[in-house]
């Protein structure tokens, strides 16, 4: 797990692999309504800066953590449709084969995707909780909500080895947005969600 992506990444896959429910149940993998903002677009990192004004976020993650590319998996305009982007650490090579390393990973899905009655924070993350129990990871007992830069989250806590893991959901425009804070303690996950800033914009 050191130096290693999130496993609840895996989450696409998962969303992903559902996809034929929509045929058996008569619907169509398209998105019948759009978001308010129209069709979504990966954004973009200005300045250390997570930006992307198609969901409504900026987001900038711990000064020790730089942001990658975003990435959309999906085809606008259908479903599944996720838009995601990690902040990782400046740590060299060497510290990272001795330590876990620091993450920070936001994504956004669309829950368009999903039956009108999942489609909120505390259901959203249920799904979060399944996905990493099928990668090994268990939830800890911890707060079960959160509030950072004055937006309420749903929370939960997991721990695999020497890794901890925090995921915050919280649901904004028709998406369910999930930042995935890791490091080697709750404390160290604490310190990460405690250095990061997270702006919803209308």
């Known amino acids: 797990m050191r130096g290693a992506r999130s496993p609840i990444l895996a989450i696409a896959l998962t969303v992903a692999s559902a996809a034929s429910a929509w045929g058996q149940s008569g619907a169509q993998p398209h998105i019948q309504k759009l978001p308010p903002r129209g069709l979504p677009t990966k954004g973009l990192v200005d300045h250390g800066v997570y930006k992307n004004s ?3 976020l900026e987001f900038t993650p711990a000064s020790n953590l730089h942001l990658e590319e975003p990435e959309l998996k999906g ?3 259908s479903v599944p449709l996720l838009i995601t982007i990690q902040a990782v650490d400046d740590s060299g090579l060497i510290d990272r084969l001795f330590s876990v390393r620091s993450l920070t ?3 956004a899905d669309v829950l368009a995707y999903y039956p009108e009655e999942q ?3 505390d259901r959203y993350l249920r799904k979060v909780v399944r996905t990493n ?3 090994g990871f268990q939830r800890v ?3 079960t909500s ?3 830069n004055g937006i309420s989250f749903a929370r939960a806590d997991f721990a695999k080895g020497g890794v901890h893991e925090t995921v915050l959901v919280v649901v904004h425009d028709e998406y369910a947005f999930v930042f995935i804070f890791t490091g080697p303690s709750v404390e160290a996950a604490n310190n990460l ?3 990061t800033k997270i702006r919803l914009t209308d």
Request: net charge negative; no cysteine.
């Open 54 to 56: 198609s969901i409504g």
């Open 75 to 77: 085809t606008p305009g």
């Open 105 to 107: 990973i936001f994504y």
């Open 119 to 121: 489609r909120n924070a």
């Open 133 to 135: 129990a099928s990668y």
């Open 141 to 143: 007992d911890g707060a």
């Open 146 to 148: 959160a509030e950072v």
């Open 193 to 195: 969600i405690a250095l």
